[in-house]
Every structure is written in structure tokens, then in C-alpha cells.
């Protein structure tokens, strides 16, 4: 089944903890994100990548990084999470560019974070 | 910045009339625009979609509409039905990064 999977689905944790939220697609997409959805904000990017090894800041990239090693692989690493990281994240991924427009993102079920 | 605003933030329907939520967008080299329903605890899913060089694309009964000019585009739900309670995000993309507005949520009364 094609699909967008994130590990964990719920995780509670303390200010300045390390974590990682791993991201992973089997449809082969080039484009990968990393989306934060506060209430009343909608759904804001922090991250994304084109392909291996590419990666590119969003509107909201401040406390957090990532890395494209490997095509299906899209982790989201908070090296020092703050309350203000308390959020549902979203990862997606798409065939990418088709010419200078893009293809539908498919999004993983969401993981929702909470930083004591 | 660039960004991307919704209107309206709250749409109550009765069921068989028409929805319409608008977005403005102010990124002038932005060329695709998908619009996303989220239903309450599940990911957002996308609807219908249209690029820069169309002015309106229709999908049974969602239409949207896009304005290049006025940096404009709206989604338009007709034959409202219950099912179509939901959160609506539209959102425009420039180059691979994306901006969503802040949501609608519509509610469609039987």
C-alpha cells in the first residue's frame, strides 16, 4: 500500500531533550516536508527537500533540522525542544516538480508532540 | 513575507446551497494551488488543485477558480452535503515551498 508513515504517532517529553520524529514514503517521491498545525495558524512548513542530500528551509525552520540521506527517509530532528514546539506535525511527500509546478502531497497521519 | 489569507474563517451552510472560500496570495511567482479538507484527528487530504495556467478546473462538485491578476483563487463546493463538514486549507506553492491560509471550517445543517 502507498503510503506516508511517521514514528511516533504521540510523544510527550521534556524541555531540551533530544527527539526525533522519523518520516518514510515507499512511493518513491523526490519531494519530501515537514508541516506544523496550530490551531487558528493552519499548517505552516518547516522544512523540505527535492531530493537526496537537498534540503531547504520553510517559513518556520527556527529550532529544528533534518536530513535527506536516503530517498524515503525524511527524519525531523528538535535538538532542543522548548514548549513553544508543542504542536501536530505533518509529514508529506510528492512525485515533485513537474516542470516549474507541482504534484499532489500526500501526508502521513500527523504526530502530536508535547514539550513539558 | 509572503503569505497566504483564507476568508472566511467559519462557514455555516444549509445543505444543498453553494460554499464559497476565498484566498488571496502574495507570492507572484507561486504556480500551484491545492486546496485540502481535514476532518476532525485525520491528515488533511486534497480535494482538487489547479496551476498557473488555468483559470478554473472542476471536479464533479468542486470548482476553483484562479486569478493571476488580482493573485486570487476561491473553492467552490456546490450541493453542499453533511459529509463536506470539514476544515478547508487552500494554499499556493513557489518553487517547492509551500504557504497554507489559516483554514475554514464549514459546517453544512441537514
Redesign the interface.
Known amino acids: 500500500e502507498a503510503q506516508v508513515t511517521q514514528n511516533p504517532r504521540y510523544l510527550i517529553t521534556v524541555t531540551g531533550k533530544k527527539l526525533t520524529v522519523t518520516c518514510s514514503q515507499n512511493m518513491n517521491h523526490e519531494y519530501m516536508s515537514w508541516y506544523r498545525q496550530d490551531p487558528g495558524l493552519g499548517l505552516r512548513q518547516i522544512y523540505y527537500s527535492m531530493n537526496v542530500e537537498v534540503t531547504d528551509k520553510g517559513d518556520v525552520p527556527e529550532g529544528y533540522k533534518v536530513s535527506r540521506k536516503e530517498k524515503r527517509n525524511f527524519p525531523l530532528i528538535l535538538e532542543s525542544p522548548s514548549p513553544n514546539q508543542t504542536s501536530l506535525y505533518f509529514c508529506a511527500s510528492s512525485l515533485g516538480p513537474q516542470g516549474v509546478s507541482y504534484n499532489e502531497q500526500f501526508f502521513g497521519p500527523g504526530t502530536r508532540l508535547t514539550v513539558l | 513575507?509572503e503569505n497566504v489569507e483564507?476568508h472566511p474563517s467559519t462557514l455555516s451552510v444549509q445543505e444543498g446551497d453553494s460554499a464559497v472560500i476565498k484566498c488571496t496570495y502574495s507570492d507572484s511567482a507561486s504556480?500551484?494551488f491545492?486546496w485540502y479538507k481535514q476532518e476532525l484527528g485525520k491528515?488533511?487530504?486534497?480535494i482538487i488543485?489547479i496551476?498557473?495556467n488555468v483559470g478554473e478546473k472542476k471536479d464533479q462538485r468542486i470548482a476553483v477558480t484562479l486569478n493571476k491578476t488580482a493573485k486570487h483563487f476561491s473553492l467552490h463546493i456546490t450541493e453542499t452535503q453533511p459529509e463536506d463538514s470539514a476544515v478547508y486549507?487552500c494554499?499556493a506553492?513557489s518553487?517547492?515551498?509551500?504557504?497554507?491560509?489559516?483554514?475554514t471550517q464549514v459546517v453544512v445543517t441537514p
Open positions: 513575507g483564507q504556480n500551484y491545492p491528515r488533511p487530504q486534497l488543485d496551476r498557473s486549507f494554499a506553492n518553487w517547492g515551498k509551500f504557504q497554507f491560509g489559516a483554514g
